[in-house]
């Protein structure tokens, strides 16, 4: 494993708390996360390690509706039946998304019942128990902001 | 010229029973051009086919406050189906002028 510092210069504490650059290799491979204080992330320079931060927690209502109904999904996800749960399997299976490392992935029934309940908790819409054929919507193929002050 | 904050937006309309679902980052410094996706927050929904541009002036002010000229927000904006599953979603992001 090679370490760089991305601030350049010689390796010190101070800089270590800031990033430190790592190429992965046989001994250490691509990582994500945090362990003890140090947080491995990655951006379009490369993979990097850094001093873990803690985040804040506004405890906005919204913020507290969305924790309670994903609560209330992964509750609800034990109600269902094993008809209903192989629905949500197979179309998790349908959905992919991509990791903090780029990497493709698909999802258990589980993050794909409470994938869509949260969406459609966002949008107003009524929860569904029963999996929902896999439609993807059409994309977008042009966005423009206008944004003025005054 | 006035306030303003909107999204146009193509194709328009958006089909039937798709709705668009907007997310945007606080205002910051108009040299920042990447943030995470955890700056993303939500403050708007569309109605379902509804047409290009979307006016997300007030739902911006009551989540962010007022717009501040020379800064940039970032606006992540998905489409999403009737059945909740969402396409794919596109990042844009404008200088307050």
Request: one cysteine or more; hydrophobic letters at 45%.
């Amino acid at each position: 494993m090679e370490l760089r510092c991305i601030h350049g210069g010689i390796q010190r504490e101070t800089a270590y708390n800031k990033g430190m650059k790592y190429l992965p290799g046989l001994m250490v491979g691509e990582l994500s996360g945090s362990a003890g204080n140090t947080t491995a992330s990655r951006n379009r320079n490369g993979a990097f390690l850094r001093t873990r931060v803690m985040p804040v927690n506004p405890n906005t209502a919204l913020q507290s509706a969305v924790r309670a109904n994903l609560q209330g999904n992964a509750q609800n996800w034990k109600a269902l039946t094993d008809a209903q749960r192989a629905g949500w399997t197979a179309l998790g299976l349908l959905i992919v998304r991509s990791d903090s490392l780029g990497r493709t992935y698909t999802l258990t029934g589980l993050q794909a019942y409470i994938s869509i309940n949260q969406t459609l908790f966002q949008l107003g819409v009524a929860q569904v128990s029963s999996a929902p054929a896999y439609t993807s919507p059409a994309n977008l193929l042009t966005v423009a902001v206008t944004a003025t002050s005054v | 010229m006035a306030i303003a904050l909107s999204l146009a937006y193509t194709t328009t309309p958006l089909a039937a029973g798709v709705k668009l679902l907007v997310e945007a980052t606080p205002q910051m410094s108009a040299g920042i051009s990447f943030v995470a996706r955890s700056k993303y927050k939500y403050i708007f929904a569309s109605a379902a086919a509804a047409a290009s541009p979307a006016n997300v002036l007030a739902a911006y002010n009551a989540k962010y406050g007022a717009l501040v000229a020379g800064k940039k927000i970032f606006f992540r904006l998905t489409p999403v189906g009737s059945t909740g599953i969402r396409g794919l979603a596109q990042v844009t992001s404008v200088v307050v002028s």
